[in-house]
């Protein structure tokens, strides 16, 4: 079992880690852990390095996963424990590319959609109040018109 | 099958939807030929020139294809069909395709396959349409099924149609499945030296005139023809059920076995050697029997030959080769196909991927275990035909179900009951669902073996098509419902001319003045020369039947326009000239104003530019505000007409989407100039008479929430003793009511005009769509609150923009995605491809809640 240690800054929603991140491992670094290793939480023993001690990433090619370095403790006998949680965006990352699910959520849409989303902060006071003048499109309004009073009397009498 | 189910489907979903396309009669819903594409052609009626349904929809259209191409392909694209070489080169005249014998006819044997080009299809439909009133996929399409090729390449079996015509109308065997044996290793092939056992017989009927998908195959096992039945004389059938074995009675007793499923009259021709010696040493080899469930034991009338042999489906070949099951076009290719036959001339002619060809004496055969030893020879020392029996012992159903396999492998329909479909096929009321079986070709145009059946498959979604030349036919789509008439346009009708009792005149503010100014000489010149008010009186009602001239005046109103008018005239009160010069009103009454604009979204037509974000009113001229939703109006034409009516001194708005009134709204544009004291004090009444009304009715609704102890509340207390609870909720609404009638009755331009003729005028008159846009909780110095495009970037990435959409994460490219009922199928790590644990899988799909980012 070997492991490579990386020190990544990446956003842990990332699915690679590894591209931007610094390889602190030449080679693999082999492991010989005497006590056991759990699959999602495993505890690396390897030899103290102070170049490791930045590591917060690493591969283990045994269980071809990668891992977050949670924590590190320096043991006796300059040994130097790797605590790791299983980073499983980056271990199975190109079979959650090719995941079919219902995207709810996407950032490449670059712009809100119909969806309605609650998220998006909007202000609940203020609005934007401005308007559309409605352009006329036939004859309009004149209030200087000269005839523009209408009598209306009786009739029907005739005039004598 | 799920006839892999694309095209096919459910026929019984849609076939009253074809039903209504073709103008078909309804037929029960268990016709085969009730659901696409078995719409009923009459062939008869093409003609040379034929224009008449053939291919009436896509389904029959790629049925055209798939069979003339010599292939049938469930889900590949049109232009993706797998065609015959010549096919696939769209320069190639249509004229060199269709003959036997040329490259049209070159099965795509490589591994790499020809796809059809586009149009090229079109081209070949036409071609068979203008110029072969039958399917060319029949004509003159060799159908020898014999085992090996000949150096003249003609049929080696008798009995066999090789230019199978749809004028056939009972079905026939067009295909026939042979296993088969040879004598030798390099021995030429000839037609007195084969096996026949086992047979897989294809019948194609076109007495219901499908189209191509009237290829039935038919398992029927076989008997053989009596040319070389030494036995009896007499042909030997076999008729096989699900649930039994029929042997005519002209059968001897002695084959009558216990437990046959399978029965099968072998002839081997016994010949000399090629060099013309005898030898007593012939192989048989290479015998199509059912697989390890199945034993073929053959047994001679000398009893003699019994061996178990290996039936290997054909479909096995297919589905483990890189090559694929032909229909159509048997053209030995290859050289030495007389004595170094490296091309397989059995069903398909379809070679096989053996270095340098497959040898006579090594590899597969098609469809064939090849037994190279172990196999019982043939020790009888006598020239000429030799006559076996063989069964194939097991289990009734195990046996049939292999033969279902191996008839699936062709990708066709088929049947494995010979009774209803190949001996009484023309008998429409047999064939049914539960009857017909289609082999399933996959994806990669590989069958193996899998069918369905008819009656699998009323529930399966149905298949749209998605080629580039597909018609709008979407299978998928439910039977058309009828459906409302829609309209999309408010019809404004003419007004003609209107009738009064009155007389109107149009005239300016001089005229005004001076019809004030002749009243007064009126009413001094009829009373010049006496004091007698009675006298007066009596002259006013003859003159203006009203006992005061000012009464003849019913309104005097001024509007915001030119009114229409017509001849000059002077203004007459009742018989009185005045003299004032005046026009003449023309007679129609209205007058007619439009607005008009495209309403455009602001956020890009997201969720932003919808209520409850957006909001938006109208204000028209006159008739005040009105609010609209603008999903109503946003990508669309708001228009307004504006209709003025001068007899009553209102206007209507009619507020449209488009050409669609959706809404309506009233107001009052006249502004009544008060002739009388009278009127004055009554336009001042209906103001006040207004303002008071929405005063008490707010009092009451307030006192109603403080218990009911105001005059209003206690009145209608008092009124509704048994309610004794004044609502409210029912004094808020008469307040609203109220308001409204305030708003809508005694419109503001009205009102003002009342008092101020002049100033109710200054008021916008033009229609105004306010927007009341949201805003971003960001707050930008110097500008109001609002987002940007940094903004909206960094909720993008932080967040993601909500949407809904289906597919697979990739399918975003790159940032965030977040997405929900993920399908954790398939979930291998990355180098070595380990799965994922269960306790990773959660983690997976919490992941994916959460957000992953590409």
Redesign the interface.
Known sequence: MTITLYSTAT?P???DKTTNATLLTVTPITIENTDRID??SPVFEIAMNTNYMTANYLYC?T???YYYITTNKINTAQRLELHCE?D??????????????????????????????K?????PT??????????????????D???????????????? | MTVDTSIWGSPYTEYDTMNARTGAADLDDTDFEDFPPFVKNDMSALGTNPTGGRIVNEALYIGYLNASHGFWDFNHPLDQTICYTALANPDLPLNDIGAVGTDAFAEPISDSYNFLPPKRDEAWLYKQKKNDPQPICFINCYSYMHDRPTTTGTSQLTGILYNPMYSNSYPTRFLYYVGGGYDSANAGYDTNTHLNNVNINLYMSYWRDFGIRSLFGVIMVYYFDGTYDTKTGLPQNIEVTPQSLHWYESQTELWRHGHPIISAYLDVYIRSNTDGTYSNSRRVDQCFIPDTTCNLRFNDSWGTISEKHVWQPISNYYKNSKNYMPLFGHAPAGSGVTNTPNVIASIGNQKLDGTGGVSSTSGILLGTKYVNSGFKTDTTSTVGLRSFWCELEGDIEDNLEMLRKTAAGYGLFFSDDVYDLADAGRDEDRWTDEKMCLGVIKSNGYTDGTYTKGSGNTAAPNYIWKTASQSNYDPSRPPPSPENTYNTQTVFNSIGDLA??????????S??QQ?AASLWSISSALSDGGTDFTDLTDKYIDM???NNPID????????????P?VSSTT?????T?TGIA??E?EKTAY???????T?NPK??????D?EP?T?MEL?I?FCGTIQLNPADIIGRT?N?QLVVD?TTGTATGFIMSDDLVIETVNGNI?ID?PVTGTQAVTVASQLNNAIANKANRTLESQSASLGNVSIGGLMRIVKDPIKMIYSYQEARNEEERAEYDLQHQNAPIHIIGSASAVGG?AID??????????????IITGQ???WNDVQ??R???T??????????????????????????N?????????A??A??LD??RA??A?????
Not at chain 1, 132 to 141: D, G, M
């Open positions: 956003d929603r990332k699915l699959l999602l090619d269980y071809d996963r299983i499983v965006r980056q271990s199975f990352a190109a079979a959650i590319l090719a995941t079919e699910c219902t995207i709810i959520r996407a950032e490449n849409i670059a712009q809100p959609t119909r969806i309605i989303d998220n998006l902060p909007v202000n203020s609005k934007i109040v401005t308007s559309i003048v409605l352009p006329e499109t036939s004859q309009s309004f004149d209030t018109a000269e005839y523009s009073y209408l009598l209306t009397v009786v009739g029907g009498a005739p005039i004598p | 009064t009792m009155t007389k109107r005149y149009v005239i300016n503010a005229a005004v019809l203006f039947l009203t003849a005046i019913v309104s005097l109103q001024r509007y915001p326009m030119s009114i008018k203004i007459k009160l009742g018989k000239d005046a026009y009103m007058f007619y104003l439009f607005y008009g604009s309403i956020f890009g037509d997201s969720f932003l919808y974000y909001k204000y001229p708001l307004v001068f006249a100039i005028w008159l033009q229609c105004r769509l306010i927007i009341y846009y949201p805003s971003g909780d960001v109001p609150p609002q909206l970037a909720y993008g990435r967040t993601g923009f909500a949407c809904c959409i289906e597919g697979q994460i990739s399918s975003m490219n790159s940032g965030l995605v977040v997405g929900t009922a993920p399908d954790l398939g979930m291998v790590t990355n180098v070595h491809g380990y994922a644990t306790a990773e983690l997976l992941a994916i959460e957000g992953v980012i590409i």
